[in-house]
């Protein structure tokens, strides 16, 4: 069983294009996140939400709007998209993080041309 | 605001040898200090963790890290790598503030020639 999923794993869009990147987790956990991993593969927190609820709005562009249909669930939509949004995309959640830390998805690799 | 500081960007190991990568955290209170590894083209997955308790931490596949709250550092250790162990290696803290919130370290690349 995939813990945290994300669909697609690869995403090829061109500039200005809108996207949406998946997440579900099925790990029962109340706290989902986004991160970004560059190309020199530092990885950022964008945005965490409790229980459907946002709790972490990191300054990311207004392009980018998560969202929470259930707490299984945080969605990512991109508008208008633009080449340094290439990067790849990773879904997380945790619940008690002491016991057993942040579950991170596989990635989406969200390359713009 | 937390921060977390990797000096090693870029390790080259023969297999056999022993490693040591550096984590330096900045939070002065109370840390939750994780290494994740990502090996390539794979996600994140967690090597070890500390929280309290004995400051030094044994992972999976034969890591261990110490907390030395002193030097505000928790290294990454390992008696012998394998060719196997190739891969990022992230250190992170989380915030401790409500949100939780996991602050990554720049990464370590770790090459290991056979």
């Known amino acids: 069983d995939t813990a945290v999923s994300q669909t697609p794993k690869y995403l090829v869009t061109q500039m200005g294009n809108d996207k949406s990147i998946k997440c579900e987790q099925n790990?029962?956990?109340?706290?989902m996140y986004w991160y970004k991993q560059d190309s020199k593969k530092f990885l950022k927190i964008m945005f965490s939400y409790n229980n459907k609820e946002l709790i972490i709005n990191e300054t990311v562009p207004n392009r980018f709007s998560p969202k929470s249909p259930d707490k299984a669930h945080l969605n990512l939509h991109i508008n208008s998209l633009e080449l340094g949004d290439s990067a790849v995309y990773f879904c997380a959640s945790s619940q008690d993080f002491r016991s057993s830390g942040f579950s991170f998805g596989p990635g989406t690799r969200l390359t713009v041309t | 605001a937390q921060s977390v500081s990797q000096h090693n960007h870029h390790v080259i190991l023969s297999e056999a040898a022993s490693l040591e990568l550096g984590c330096n955290y900045s939070?002065?209170?109370?840390?939750?200090l994780f290494w994740y590894v990502q090996y390539p083209g794979q996600h994140l997955q967690l090597l070890l963790k500390?929280?309290?308790?004995?400051?030094l931490v044994k992972g999976i596949k034969g890591f261990e890290a110490e907390f030395i709250k002193s030097k505000f550092s928790f290294n990454l250790r390992k008696p012998s790598v394998q060719w196997s162990d190739t891969a990022e290696y992230f250190c992170a803290v989380t915030d401790g503030g409500a949100t939780n919130k996991l602050i990554f370290g720049t990464g370590t690349l770790l090459a290991v020639q056979p």
């Open positions: 939070y002065g209170g109370t840390v939750n």
């Open positions: 500390y929280f309290s308790g004995d400051p």
């Open positions: 790990l029962g956990h109340d706290t």
